[in-house]
């Protein structure tokens, strides 16, 4: 499928190189993303595992929330 | 001082030439104007003039041009304060574009600014940062890891946060929880694209619905990790391409 570009308000075709470029550019964003998906899973799972540690401690919900803030 | 009274005077021939007076004389016409009148020197009501274009130089003094205006004091004078300049309208049409660019940036204009009005992305459900920005130099558009960037969001319903990185390929325009298919309006602002003294540090502010249709806004910094000379930007979306009616325009400020 052709691929457009918009150079200063005239489209023109993207060439060879551009589309390489974007191809490449989808990979890097796809791997940045998968990046950021796992490191917010893993702050959350952190988050649980502090809290749950907390509580093993004798700790109560109310505590912790005084000592997050 | 003597007089004559007559009920009319013409040429000698029908159709021909009246002439009163010559060169050099003064003709004072007291009465008031008719329709058809012909070219006397005082005496015409401004309102029998009806047809035709006022010379400039008739309604006022100074240089009358594209860029001045008229005073009320009847002077052409230059218009005061700054200037929004349009310079370049894109318009997105069909669906295979998926980059934009303006090119021309140069040091007419110290401040240049481009705004997206209700910009958005074909992929439904999109949630990821996938809209960026790049820029152009003498040596085309640059695609190296030099690119910082920092943010603050602000998020109606889910609270605010701050995004960022150094040395990327390109500038995210948005933080990742953005529901791009909405619609992104923005505003960037490059300034003194041409100077090559010291690195620039462009900055932009957006509005955006996040993935839950909360209001979301921001404003983050960008920079290139080099001097060079900025003669266009380069927007584009990753992974699928932008919808018709997209609107972006660069402006240049006086």
């Not at chain 1, 308000?9 to 791997?31: C, H, L, N, P």
């Not at chain 2, 040429?11 to 006397?40: C, E, K, Y």
């Not at chain 2, 040596?139 to 990327?168: E, F, K, P, V």
Request: glycine letters at 12%; hydrophobic letters at 35%; charged letters at 20%.
């Amino acid at each position: 499928m052709v691929q457009i570009k918009n150079v200063d308000g005239v489209e023109i075709e993207m060439s060879i190189k551009e589309i390489t470029q974007r191809e490449t550019d989808i990979v890097k964003v796809t791997a940045d993303k998968k990046a950021e998906d796992n490191a917010i899973v893993k702050k959350e799972t952190d988050k649980a595992s502090a809290n749950d540690k907390l509580k093993a401690l004798g700790l109560t919900d109310d505590e912790i929330e005084a000592i997050k803030s | 001082m003597s007089e004559i009274k007559v009920d009319a005077i013409g040429p000698r021939v029908d159709s021909g030439t009246l002439t009163i007076g010559a060169a050099g004389d003064t003709v004072n016409i007291a009465g008031t104007a008719g329709t058809g009148f012909p070219t006397p020197t005082t005496g015409i009501a401004a309102s029998a003039i009806t047809t035709g274009t006022m010379a400039t130089a008739r309604l006022g003094s100074g240089t009358a041009s594209s860029s001045t205006f008229l005073r009320g004091d009847q002077t052409y004078a230059e218009a005061g304060g700054g200037a929004v300049n349009l310079i370049t309208t894109i318009t997105v049409s069909g669906t295979s574009t998926s980059s934009i660019e303006f090119t021309g940036l140069d040091n007419s204009y110290k401040m240049y600014m481009i705004d997206f009005t209700n910009f958005k992305q074909t992929r439904a459900g999109s949630t990821g940062a996938s809209m960026y920005l790049r820029i152009i130099t003498s040596g085309g558009t640059q695609t190296g890891s030099n690119y910082d960037h920092a943010g603050l969001r602000i998020i109606g319903s889910a609270g605010n946060g701050t995004w960022g990185n150094t040395g990327q390929t390109a500038v995210p325009l948005t933080p990742s929880n953005v529901k791009i298919e909405e619609g992104f309006n923005a505003r960037f602002f490059i300034a003194d694209p041409s100077q090559t003294t010291n690195r620039k540090y462009c900055w932009y502010n957006f509005a955006a619905p996040d993935p839950s249709g909360a209001l979301m806004t921001g404003v983050a910094v960008w920079s290139y990790q080099a001097n060079d000379a900025f003669t266009g930007i380069h927007y584009y979306t990753s992974g699928d391409n932008f919808t018709a009616g997209s609107v972006a325009k660069l402006y240049g400020v006086t």
